[in-house]
């Protein structure tokens, strides 16, 4: 497997792995901008770019444009997350040519009409009133608002909300993609069979003409501290609590990440083997789900926004405060403590045959790539992810956890029943949110 790096004569920043395994090319373009660079009055704007994106170009209606993918025996598409967007896609490496062709149709021919910027509103709006019944989705939208109120940039998640998203005009849209996909504020990866030096004159080919400045981002500042902890009731009519409590991080480019990774994957991690299914559900019975997750953080400029650590967990109604108590209190013995011996060799077992999983398909030696370009990891990152995993020790793993993994200050979000919910938290005072949308 080989990597190689091309700077183009337009300023794109080209990376690709020889990889001789199957006859397929997969390529993402990867612009470094996403929601966190729109407007707070137009959140959604960067969703909605790359939404039009894939209905095609000033030549082809998307129907066209789908046709002329699928005879490369590919697809290709477009998304946007907070802080990056892509074009990715794949086709059998005799019809890669082709395909960046279209890419190439994409960047200079996007036609962002009107009237599917009217359909995709109406979509957005019409799923998330639906999505809105989901208790589940309810707590991941107001859980985001909270977490990040004193950081608007990353409170809304990346579609939007029905009101920012109507007031979004075509204009906007076109200045959005005019400013930021362009080839100094982008880069793309290539997975082939094919050697790079082939790939590298393929993209210049096809590329070489797409010719933009890209527009001087604010620097970003650091995501600051929650300052909980904070408790959040949303009311909804459900028959159980669906909660979440977290608190900020570090960013996949921290050298504590991997250490995290193994602490977060013992205490909650880990599915029915983790620390808190076991006290929680297994032993007392009083929750149905138990689980953390650790976040990598955003890949902005001058440095990476932290990610953050939260425990999602869904109990009865009346079993709503004993769960959150013991919640807490298992968390706090596990970051004084730290790991057993048997939970910290069982977790280096799962990462050194988990992570090599991570790199088998092109898309996924990609996505890789893409990490170790947006985080500056070194490469092939993921087989020293196992190396170092392979020598912590408990000390570290639980000096780790104590410095993030600790809820001292926390912000918790429980939907359910407030009527039922508040003699249980009344010590807390917590803020009780009537959805608008419910």
Not at 252 to 271: E, K, T
Not at 292 to 305: A, F, K, M, V
Not at 355 to 371: F, G, K, W
């Amino acid at each position: 497997m080989k990597k190689k790096i091309f700077i183009l004569e337009n300023g794109l920043k080209l990376i690709t792995i020889q990889r001789k395994k199957l006859p397929i090319t997969y390529i993402k373009l990867i612009v470094r901008s996403g929601a966190i660079n729109e407007p707070l009055s137009r959140k959604g704007t960067s969703y909605l770019t790359a939404k039009l994106l894939n209905e095609g170009t000033k030549e082809k209606d998307s129907t066209a444009f789908a046709r002329e993918v699928e005879k490369l025996g590919g697809d290709l598409t477009s998304k946007s997350g907070y802080s990056i967007s892509t074009i990715e896609g794949d086709s059998l490496s005799d019809k890669f040519e082709a395909l960046t062709g279209l890419i190439k149709e994409l960047l200079t021919g996007a036609a962002f009409r009107e009237k599917d910027l009217s359909r995709l509103k109406k979509q957005i709006k019409t799923g998330f009133l639906l999505r809105m019944q989901d208790p589940n989705y309810v707590s991941l939208y107001y859980f985001t608002k909270f977490m990040y109120k004193d950081y608007p940039l990353l409170s809304t998640l990346p579609e939007g909300t029905p009101e920012s998203v109507e007031k979004i005009k075509r204009n906007e849209i076109i200045k959005f993609f005019k400013d930021h996909y362009t080839p100094t504020n982008s880069f793309i990866v290539v997975v082939s069979d094919i050697e790079g030096d082939r790939i590298a004159e393929i993209i210049h080919r096809a590329l070489s003409g797409w010719i933009k400045e890209a527009i001087e981002k604010p620097k970003l500042e650091q995501i600051p501290d929650v300052t909980g902890p904070t408790l959040y009731i949303v009311d909804m009519d459900v028959t159980q609590s669906h909660i979440k409590i977290g608190r900020h991080s570090i960013s996949r480019a921290n050298p504590d990440y991997n250490s995290l990774r193994v602490a977060n994957y013992i205490l909650g991690g880990s599915d029915f083997s983790s620390r808190l299914m076991r006290k929680i559900r297994i032993e007392k019975g009083l929750a149905y789900s138990v689980y953390s997750s650790i976040t990598p953080g955003y890949p902005t400029e001058p440095q990476p926004l932290r990610g953050s650590f939260y425990i999602s967990m869904e109990t009865s109604t009346e079993n709503t405060r004993k769960a959150f108590d013991l919640l807490l209190k298992e968390v706090k013995k596990f970051t004084i403590e730290g790991p057993s011996k048997e939970e910290l060799e069982d977790a280096k077992s799962y990462y050194h045959g988990n992570i090599p999983l991570r790199s088998e398909t092109y898309e996924q030696l990609a996505v890789l790539a893409m990490d170790e370009e947006l985080f500056g990891l070194p490469w092939k990152h993921w087989i020293k992810d196992v190396e170092e995993i392979e020598r912590l020790g408990r000390t570290k793993v639980q000096e780790t956890a104590s410095k993030y993994l600790n809820l001292e200050h926390y912000v918790a979000l429980i939907v359910g029943n407030a009527q039922k919910l508040l003699p249980q938290f009344k010590d807390l005072h917590p803020e009780v949110i009537k959805p608008r949308f419910i």
